[in-house]
Every structure is written in C-alpha cells, then in structure tokens.
C-alpha cells in the first residue's frame, strides 16, 4: 500500500512540472488552450483529485481540488442517510392512502 506521503509528493512533483512547463511555452504567440487531469480512485479509492491548467493569451490558470473522507464517516453517513430515506419513504407511503 502506498503511503499517503509519497502519492502526495508524486501529485506535487506532476503539479510543478507541469506548472514549469506551461510558463516555458511562449504564452503570447500561442493560441488558447486547455487540459484536465481527473482521479477518481486517488489513496486507493479514499480520495478524488482534478487538476485543471488553463492557458488564454500571455495568461494561465492552475486549479486543482480534493476530496476525502473517512471511511468511519462514510459508513455513519450510509447509516443515517438510509435511516432518513427510510423515514421519508414511509411518511410518502403512508401520504397515499390506502388503494
């Protein structure tokens, strides 16, 4: 299993590199351009990650975002959401009447 620290430091070595090499580009000469890089699996499924680089003119944008929560959380989440759609369920069921 891969440590937490050395996925990050690969994801802050990709960032850097490819932060390096858009500024390297001649941005004025250069049309427009995009690119985006998703994770859906990152910490071995815990976590999502994007990272989005947007070039227009002499300008260029780097965003990413993370998501991740605690299995712990995950499963008590799962307990009260079902326990609520459960309870919303019979409160409908019971809005209808008999048939």
């Known amino acids: ?12 070595a990709t ?4 932060v390096v090499l858009g500024l390297a580009a001649d941005a004025a000469e250069s049309p427009g351009w995009a690119g ?3 994770d859906q699996k990152f910490l071995n499924g815990r ?7 947007e070039q227009s003119g002499s300008k260029m944008q780097v965003s ?3 998501a991740w929560v605690d299995d712990d959380l995950k499963h008590r989440w799962r307990i009260d959401w079902t326990a609520r759609y459960d309870s919303l ?3 409908m069921e019971s809005a209808k009447g008999p048939r």
């Open 89 to 91: 369920r019979a409160g």
């Open 36 to 38: 985006q890089y998703t």
């Open 15 to 18: 960032i850097v590199s490819l």
């Open 1 to 12: 299993m891969k440590s937490p620290t050395l996925s990050f430091r690969h994801l802050t």
């Open 64 to 66: 990413f975002d993370a």
């Open 47 to 53: 976590a999502v990650f994007q990272l989005t680089i």
